[in-house]
T-cell receptor, first 116, second 118 residues
Framework: GAVVSQHPSWVICKSGTSVKIECRSL??????MFWYRQFPKQSLMLMAT?????????EQGVEKDKFLINHASLTLSTLTVTSAHPEDSSFYICSARETGNVQPQHFGDGTRLSIL | AQKITQTQPGMFVQEKEAVTLDCTYD???????LFWYKQPSSGEMIFLIY??????QNATEGRYSLNFQKARKSANLVISASQLGDSAMYFC???????????????FGKGTLLTVNP
């Protein structure tokens, strides 16, 4: 089945640093990838939709300059949390939609980000 | 108004019994899709079952079935013969618009935490 790999799975860093999270579709091409944020015991909130070769579409209230998204190829999207602060600590999870396939999104295993 | 409502924050079930997790949705689109995902404590999202708005039959996948009542706008998940490994968070989600369209965003409910007791 379709596999989405997300890396790293856990990161702890100091306030003010930037953190990059990668989302890769391993055995399929993904024109569209999605980035979600999830706080403890809460639902997934869509942050942005990432389209290969074009700018990401951000949801209302999500800071574009804070959360930089790059989708440079059909198998890789990256989310960079710039100048991270403790309030950015959360669980970030990506998903990918297989190009031309109407099947459901395939999710990565998520990244737990802790900013000290 | 919330697009996806899951009214049960937590549910308990005895091992080997069946359990129904509720989900109601709100959309004005005629074409839409409904999904259920399972999220264990480790965090990954596991796709369970899908129901299209035009599907006449209720979806089934092994021990999972979706009780789709279109007029009531409900899409309840039924898990038969519960197992200890079913203990997890369960999310109902909706895609509005046709599956072949350009909009493939999912809106998630708040989830139901299912605990299976031995």
């Amino acid at each position: 089945g379709a596999v989405v790999s997300q890396h790293p799975s856990w990161v702890i860093c100091k306030s003010g640093t930037s953190v990059k999270i990668e989302c890769r579709s391993l055995d399929f091409q993904a024109t569209t990838m999605f980035w979600y944020r999830q706080f403890p015991k809460q639902s997934l909130m869509l942050m942005a939709t990432s389209n290969e070769g074009s700018k990401a579409t951000y949801e209302q209230g999500v800071e574009k300059d804070k959360f930089l998204i790059n989708h440079a190829s059909l198998t890789l999207s990256t989310l960079t949390v710039t100048s991270a602060h403790p309030e950015d600590s959360s669980f970030y999870i990506c998903s990918a939609r297989e190009t031309g396939n109407v099947q459901p999104q395939h999710f990565g295993d998520g990244t737990r980000l802790s900013i000290l | 108004a919330q697009k996806i409502t899951q009214t049960q924050p937590g549910m308990f079930v005895q091992e080997k019994e069946a359990v129904t997790l509720d989900c109601t949705y709100d959309t004005s689109d005629q074409s839409y899709g409904l999904f259920w995902y399972k999220q264990p404590s480790s965090g990954e999202m596991i796709f369970l079952i899908y129901q299209g708005s035009y599907d006449e039959q209720n979806a089934t996948e092994g021990r999972y079935s979706l009780n789709f009542q279109k007029a009531r706008k409900s899409a309840n998940l039924v898990i038969s013969a519960s197992q200890l490994g079913d203990s997890a968070m369960y999310f109902c989600a909706m895609r509005e618009g046709p599956s072949g369209g350009s909009n493939y965003k999912l809106t998630f409910g708040k989830g139901t935490l299912l605990t299976v007791n031995p």
